[in-house]
């Protein structure tokens, strides 16, 4: 008798938490979600049409309650920004700031980034994309869930530009330690800067909540500034 061996599960990057979202959150969700959202689908975008002009786009990686995101839109209005975050407060929040900013250079998906990045992001069509304070899944066990591994890299290799920057941060030393051995074999990317520091010296980028957190923690900080060949 033959024995079907079950579908392999997906490694997750992140855990869906249901974390409480409020009243303003949900209103923004509802209210600005037709200016402000994308839905998750198997098909390229069309950046030029999605921000009704043409301009580099920068794509951040969970960006959290997306104040720095939203901060990064308002002082550069001649990019594009994508933002894609998988918890509901979060994007609720950051959609929230965008609305009260009146910008119009933002967009924001809820979904998996890898999976956005490989169904809706067209090759070479990125110029920048921040990956910072990812979960740094610290327990050994948990490493392979990790988001710096092969697979992203490999897409985000595909998605920016030649020339594209790739931006990390960290204030985990061990996944520090990660990036730098998982990076150092890569012929696709460069290493433009790499800048350990204890949040005073940020690399082209606004201080986040994590960042603040990691501080507060007594953690250093940890920036990469990597270029697409």
Same mark, same amino acid.
């Given at each position: 008798?033959?024995?079907?061996?079950?579908?392999?599960?997906?490694?997750?990057?992140?855990?869906?938490?249901?974390?409480?979202?409020?009243?303003?959150?949900?209103?923004?969700?509802?209210?600005?979600?037709?200016?402000?959202?994308?839905?998750?689908?198997?098909?390229?975008?069309?950046?030029?049409?999605?921000?009704?002009?043409?301009?580099?786009?920068?794509?951040?990686?969970?960006? @959290?309650? #997306?104040?720095?995101?939203?901060? !990064? $839109?308002?002082?550069?209005?001649?990019?594009?920004? %994508?933002? =894609?975050?998988?918890?509901?407060? @979060?994007? #609720?929040?950051?959609?929230?700031? !965008? $609305?009260?900013?009146?910008?119009?250079?933002?967009? %924001?998906? =809820?979904?998996?980034?890898?999976?956005?990045?490989?169904?809706?992001?067209?090759?070479? $069509?990125?110029?920048?994309?921040?990956?910072?304070?990812?979960?740094?899944?610290?327990?050994?066990?948990?490493?392979?869930?990790?988001?710096?591994?092969?697979?992203?890299?490999?897409?985000?290799?595909?998605?920016?530009?030649?020339?594209?920057?790739?931006?990390?941060?960290?204030?985990?030393?061990?996944?520090?330690?990660?990036?730098?051995?998982?990076?150092?074999?890569?012929?696709?990317?460069?290493?433009?800067?790499?800048?350990?520091?204890?949040?005073?010296?940020?690399?082209?980028?606004?201080?986040?909540?994590?960042?603040?957190?990691?501080?507060?923690?007594?953690?250093?900080?940890?920036?990469?500034?990597?270029?697409?060949?």
């Amino acid at each position: 008798m033959t024995q079907n061996n079950p579908p392999q599960r997906t490694i997750r990057s992140f855990v869906r938490r249901t974390g409480r979202i409020t009243p303003s959150q949900q209103r923004a969700l509802r209210d600005h979600w037709g200016r402000y959202g994308l839905p998750h689908k198997p098909q390229m975008l069309q950046l030029d049409d999605v921000f009704d002009r043409s301009a580099e786009t920068v794509l951040e990686v969970g960006f @959290g309650n #997306g104040d720095t995101l939203v901060q !990064a $839109a308002i002082e550069h209005p001649e990019l594009n920004f %994508i933002g =894609i975050e998988v918890h509901e407060p @979060g994007a #609720g929040h950051c959609i929230l700031k !965008a $609305a009260e900013a009146d910008i119009d250079n933002l967009r %924001i998906i =809820i979904h998996d980034a890898l999976e956005v990045l490989r169904d809706q992001i067209a090759d070479r $069509a990125l110029s920048r994309i921040n990956l910072l304070f990812a979960d740094p899944w610290p327990k050994k066990r948990h490493h392979k869930r990790r988001l710096v591994n092969a697979p992203f890299l490999d897409l985000a290799a595909a998605k920016l530009s030649r020339g594209g920057a790739l931006f990390l941060a960290t204030d985990w030393e061990n996944y520090a330690e990660h990036i730098d051995e998982v990076m150092h074999d890569r012929t696709d990317f460069t290493l433009v800067e790499r800048r350990k520091h204890v949040g005073d010296q940020p690399l082209d980028r606004h201080m986040t909540k994590f960042e603040k957190r990691g501080l507060k923690r007594g953690h250093s900080i940890w920036d990469w500034h990597f270029e697409c060949r």
